[in-house]
């Protein structure tokens, strides 16, 4: 079964980190680009950041950029979101999900994890 | 970036009816780029369309896509108790990856 699970989410103070983790299995992880998309409570989708298949191309929105920083173990199957200098309004569900193929343009996201919560506040 | 407008914010409808769902891009974007997600409460969103028109795998086919340039239309031909929820288009084919605000299909 092709599957998605995050986790590291949690409660944290303004201006700290966080980093976030997003394990596969059921698939071939190294083929595919990956993503991290998030939502804020009772809002929309929010995307946040991709890879592609061998980190070799990697893209933020406007948002985070500077802030927040993706990275991928293939040889865990693990994809990374890296969090620093966070804002209330970074206080979101955050999902990862895969790409339908090695990169994380052109092609959509065809499976999700069931997401990882974080909140940031004082 | 590319702006997504969809339209109506909700629909409240009977199961039985059709649903009409569109979403209106700041600039053109080619069909094999656009997809439309299903969310219901407390759930990941579900992939149902790609490439503007495509089924993903497991949807049923009373969901249907269409459209190209900066119009595009998720139907469902027969809504059943199980398609409320809310519905994102998404394009894909240009960075930053942009969504829709979401339709809510609610029950009338």
Known sequence: ?122 | EIVLTQSPGTLSLSPGERATLSCRTSQSVSSSYLAWYQQKPGQAPRLLIYGASSRATGIPDRFSGIGSGTDFTLTISRVEPEDFAVYYCQQYGSTPITFGQGTRLEIK
Not at chain 1, 43 to 62: P, Q, R
Not at chain 1, 84 to 90: P, Q, T, V
């Open chain 1, 1 to 122: 079964e092709v599957q998605l699970v995050e986790s590291g989410g949690g409660l944290v103070q303004p201006g700290r980190s966080l980093r976030l983790a997003c394990v596969a299995s059921g698939f071939t992880f190294d083929d595919y680009g990956m993503h991290w998309v998030r939502q804020a409570p009772g809002k929309g989708l929010e995307w946040v950041s991709g890879i592609s298949w061998n980190s070799g191309s990697t893209d933020y929105a406007d948002s985070v950029k500077g802030r927040f920083t993706i990275s991928r173990d293939n040889a865990k199957n693990s994809l990374y979101l890296q969090m620093n200098s966070l804002r209330a309004e970074d206080t979101a569900f955050y999902y990862c999900a895969k790409a339908q193929g090695d990169v994380y343009y052109y092609f959509y996201m065809d499976v999700w994890g069931k997401g990882t919560t974080v909140t940031v506040s004082s």
